[in-house]
Nanobody
Framework: DVQIVESGGGLVRAGGSLTLSCAAS????????IGWFRQAPGKEREGVSS????????WYAHSVKGRSAISSDRAKNTVYLHIVNLTPEDTAVYYC??????????????????WGQGTQVTVSS
C-alpha cells in the first residue's frame, strides 16, 4: 500500500520559517508529482505548491510565491516545502498528495490519488 507521511508542522511565530517534509513509500514511484495543499479553519482546501519529481517542474500559489521553495530528494522519495516570513494567514493543516505516472504539476487536488493525514501548522502573531 502507498503511504504518505508528512512532518515538520508545529507552532511558529510570525516572521519565522519552517520546512515541511513529505515521504512516500510502499510502491515504486516514477514520473510522479507531489503536491502540498492546506486547509485553514472554515476554508476550503487549496493548493500551495507542487513539483514533478523527475522533471523538476514546480508550481507555487500566489500566496506563497517568492517566500517558499519546494525541493525533492529522489532517492528518498521525499519532498520538502520551505516557507519563510510566515504569517497567521499561513495557519492551516498542510497535506501532501502524490500522483504517479503523470505530467501534471499544479493545484488541482483531483489530480492526486494518494494523500497523507496532514500536519498542523500554527503561526502566532
Amino acid at each position: 500500500d502507498v503511504q504518505i507521511v508528512e512532518s515538520g508542522g508545529g507552532l511558529v511565530r510570525a516572521g519565522g520559517s519552517l520546512t515541511l517534509s513529505c515521504a512516500a513509500s510502499g510502491s515504486t514511484f516514477f514520473d510522479y508529482s507531489i503536491g502540498w495543499f492546506r486547509q485553514a479553519p472554515g476554508k476550503e482546501r487549496e493548493g500551495v505548491s507542487s513539483i514533478h519529481i523527475d522533471r523538476d517542474d514546480t508550481w507555487y500559489a500566489h500566496s506563497v510565491k517568492g517566500r517558499s521553495a519546494i525541493s525533492s530528494d529522489r532517492a528518498k522519495n521525499t519532498v520538502y516545502l520551505h516557507i519563510v516570513n510566515l504569517t497567521p494567514e499561513d495557519t492551516a493543516v498542510y497535506y501532501c498528495a502524490v500522483e504517479p505516472a503523470t505530467d501534471y504539476v499544479g493545484p488541482d487536488e483531483n489530480a492526486y490519488s494518494y494523500w497523507g493525514q496532514g500536519t498542523q501548522v500554527t503561526v502566532s502573531s
